[in-house]
């Protein structure tokens, strides 16, 4: 079975400090594997997508990695903000179809203190 | 930014209504989608589309109902709401069709704020 699984369920950091997310995958034939953030009441916004190929990636202060031999992969926020605090989550897309279905994660809420 | 809207933000009515939420894009996408979204959950996907006239059930099971007449434009109907149906609703557009982008660009969907549902 298709499945994407994320930890922590929740994470509270002081500003300032760094946080690791992780994304465990079983999704197969597996095409790319993206990390979006999504705001209290808005849609996801994607912050990186990579392939097999691709190790790291990152955006700004997101680094994302991706192992592709043990299906996992990571968002490593760097000196976190107040915006910070949100849910990321991790969403898997197949070659099995001409759509590239997408699995999604439950995600993991962010919450940044001052 | 993503210029992909949808309306209303919130809505709250009574069981038995109809209703009708609002998609909208201005960027050409050819693909579009809805998801449902139940707080701290992942997101279903319940309809999608790809192009004009086309449209598809999703993952999850709805008893909504979507039209694409115009490409910038994807509707989701409900004859009659129940409480059940009480969820966040997102739609989502992506461009496959511009050879310009490489083929992991073409992936990505780009998502509207939602409308958050609540049926007494």
């Known amino acids: 079975k298709n499945q994407v699984e994320q930890s922590p369920q929740s994470l509270i950091i002081l500003e300032g400090k760094n946080c690791t997310l992780q994304c465990n995958y079983t999704v197969s034939p597996f095409s790319n594997l993206r990390w979006y953030k999504q705001d209290t009441g808005r849609g996801p916004v994607s912050l990186t997508i990579?392939?097999?190929?691709?190790n790291t990636k990152s955006n700004g202060r997101y680094t994302a990695t991706l192992d592709a031999d043990t299906k996992q992969s990571s968002l490593h926020i760097t000196a976190s903000q107040l915006s910070d605090s949100a849910s990321y989550i991790c969403?898997?897309?197949?070659?099995?179809?001409?759509?590239?279905?997408?699995?999604f994660g439950r995600g993991t809420q962010l919450t940044v203190w001052p | 930014e993503a210029d992909i809207y949808q309306t209303p933000r919130y809505l709250v009515i009574g069981t038995g209504k109809k209703i009708t939420l609002e998609c909208s894009q201005t960027m050409g996408h050819d693909k579009m989608y809805w998801y449902q979204q139940d707080p701290g959950m992942e997101l279903h996907l319940i309809h999608y589309?790809?192009?004009?006239?086309?449209?598809e059930k999703g993952d999850l099971s709805s008893e909504s109902t979507v039209s694409r007449i115009r490409t910038e434009h994807f509707p989701l109907t409900l004859e009659s709401a129940r409480p059940s149906h009480t969820s966040q609703y997102l739609c989502?557009?992506?461009?496959?069709?511009?050879?310009?982008?490489?083929?992991?660009?073409?992936?990505?969907?780009?998502f509207g704020a939602g409308t958050r549902l609540s049926v007494l």
């Open positions: 969403v898997v897309s197949d070659r099995g179809s001409t759509l590239g279905r997408l699995y």
């Open positions: 990579m392939t097999f190929s691709e």
């Open positions: 589309s790809y192009g004009v006239n086309s449209t």
């Open positions: 989502a557009s992506s461009d496959t069709t511009n050879r310009d982008r490489g083929t992991l660009a073409k992936n990505i969907q780009y």
